[in-house]
């Protein structure tokens, strides 16, 4: 029923930038927590960022200080902006909502950070 599409994704040098956004079909407030998750080839799938109704932000220690999640509501949008891009950060990466009676995820958007 609710419908999550992702964008954004590229190929970039090392040391660059990229804006991921999540397009949600509807309120993204109806949702206790979005979160951006990636999974790397060979390697299980890991949650990069997320952020509750409430407004707090999470993020795993390998991108503390790198990427920043956002929202707004206006546009049902929840992005993630990625600086200081590293090899290690090429993955697919999914958007995911969660309420109670639902857990929603996107088809992916592929990251690609190469010399």
């Known amino acids: 029923q609710v419908q999550l599409v992702e964008s954004g994704g590229g190929l970039v040098h090392p040391g660059g930038s990229l804006r991921l956004s999540c397009a949600a079909s509807?309120?993204?407030?109806?949702?206790?927590?979005m979160g951006w998750y990636r999974q790397a080839p060979g390697k299980q799938r890991e949650l990069v960022a997320s952020?509750?109704?409430?407004?707090?932000?999470t993020y795993t220690d390998a991108v503390k200080g790198r990427f920043t999640i956002s929202r707004d509501g206006a546009k049902n949008t929840v992005s993630l902006r990625m600086n200081s891009l590293k090899p290690e950060d090429t993955a697919v990466y999914y958007c995911?909502?969660?309420?109670?009676?639902?857990?929603?995820w996107g088809r992916g958007t592929q990251v690609t950070v190469s010399a």
């Open positions: 995911n909502a969660n309420r109670s009676v639902e857990d929603i």
């Open positions: 509807e309120t993204i407030f109806s949702f206790n927590v």
């Open positions: 952020i509750t109704l409430g407004g707090t932000a």
